[in-house]
């Protein structure tokens, strides 16, 4: 069967798509680790620039009951085009989901995309394609304003070709969240006005890409206590540096367990940042682990480390471990359905097929465990978190066609 493309390959579609991304990726709407740790939420203000710009977008484009709740999530509905109850009754009600904050770890602040046209000799991606990269002073923002702007592409040619007695569909949701970034994202999703049988999140990397299981993820924050003097008189004086603790305490953290030499299915324990004193010092850390008894393997070496080094060097150590997000696997297996359904989408897009785990998680993580089962697709973003992050305008319009592919497709 030919591949039916609606984006794809539609210069006019294309172009449309590149200029709603271009737009997106200028507003500034990075999120605040540290702020939402602190339980501020959404973590930044500038977080409801997009968002507004959203909600008006949206109902430009005729979509039904748009929310702009009071924790910044975007969400709009629009109605199955199908009359015929018991042929709407064939298609499920799904829901699209984007994050519209970008990562804090690169300044997000300012971007400006810089377009280039190029030949399959000259593009990573092996073929004819519009690459769009930041000018290397800011990350790109394509995580996940890539997402946004396909899920916005799909939702205006489905609203344009409404009567198309070729392009029926049941109702769909569409949500846009804040926060993802700081692994808050779901902390405040408004479940009550959703009535998904299941959702996707449009925030992968590279064409072909589904994703059905994730890490199951901890955060670990370890402070240490040290004595203070003066460091004229710091032997005699009994000195213990937490500085010197938090560093040494890193130095016993396996080398083979950092996440710069972890890949596949391997777990990993990420030192993030460190802060303090010579009285008192933190470090904050991340577990990952497909495996939920890793987890608490991982807690062990982290104690064993903490434990080896208040015995060498004095002081004292506080330990807290807190759950951010789980594996979906266990729960998506359950629904073997969706995934199928999406494989079909991907068949009728004319893309292969990759599935892989995520080495991180989405907010589709946390929503398939408030119970709407939520796998992830490409959406042609690459080198996430970086000032080398990039996007293919071939792959981006693809994941419109998937979610248009899978929108239409009726249960058998």
């Known amino acids: 069967m030919p591949s039916m493309n609606y984006i794809y390959g539609n210069k006019d579609e294309e172009n449309k798509l590149l200029d709603r991304f271009c737009r997106y990726v200028k507003i500034w709407s990075e999120s605040d680790g540290k702020a939402a740790e602190a ?25 039904r009951n748009v929310y702009l709740t009071d924790n910044c999530y975007v969400v709009a509905k629009i109605d199955s085009n199908i009359t015929d109850p018991d042929e709407r009754k064939k298609y499920p009600t799904i829901l699209l989901m984007a994050h519209m904050d970008t990562v804090d770890e690169v300044t997000g602040e300012n971007v400006k995309p810089v377009i280039s046209i190029l030949s399959a000799s000259e593009s990573p991606t092996g073929q004819d394609d519009t690459i769009v990269k930041s000018d290397g002073t800011t990350l790109l923002g394509a995580d996940d304003k890539a997402g946004v702007s396909a899920i916005m592409a799909a939702v205006e040619y489905l609203m344009n070709h409404y009567e198309d007695e070729n392009l029926k569909h049941g109702p769909i949701e569409v949500m846009f969240s804040p926060d993802e970034e700081t692994g808050h994202g779901m902390d405040k999703v408004p479940l009550n006005i959703l009535k998904a049988d299941f959702a996707v999140t449009a925030d992968g990397g590279d064409e072909g890409e589904l994703e059905a299981e994730c890490f199951n993820a901890w955060a670990c ?84 480390a903490a434990e080896n080094v208040i015995t060498k060097l004095g002081g004292n150590y506080e330990l807290n471990f807190k759950q951010q997000y789980l594996n979906m696997k266990e729960k998506l297996d359950q629904h073997p359905e969706i995934m ?32 709407i089962p939520t796998p992830n697709i ?35």
């Open 39 to 63: 339980g501020v939420f959404p973590s930044t203000e500038r977080q409801w620039d997009i968002a507004k710009i959203l909600v008006k977008e949206l109902r430009n484009l005729g979509t």
């Open 378 to 412: 490409f959406t042609g973003a690459h080198e996430f978190h970086s000032r080398n992050e990039w996007l293919s305008l071939n792959q981006c319009a693809k994941c419109a066609d998937v979610l248009i592919n899978l929108l239409t497709q009726k249960v058998k």
């Open 221 to 304: 924050s370890i402070k240490f206590t040290g004595k203070a003097c003066h460091t004229g008189s710091a032997k005699s004086g009994g000195m213990v540096n937490a500085v010197t603790l938090a560093s040494a305490f890193v130095s016993e953290l396996p080398r083979n367990m950092a996440p710069e030499t972890t890949e596949n299915y391997e777990g990993f324990i990420a030192p993030m940042e460190i802060t303090g004193s010579i009285e008192s010092s933190t470090v904050e850390m991340l577990l990952r682990s497909f495996n939920i008894e890793e987890i608490e393997k991982e807690k062990e070496i982290i104690k064993a």
């Open 340 to 371: 199928q359904r999406l494989e079909k989408a991907y068949e009728d897009s004319g893309v292969k097929v990759r599935k892989q785990p995520i080495r991180g998680g989405t907010d589709g993580s946390r929503l398939t465990e408030l119970g």
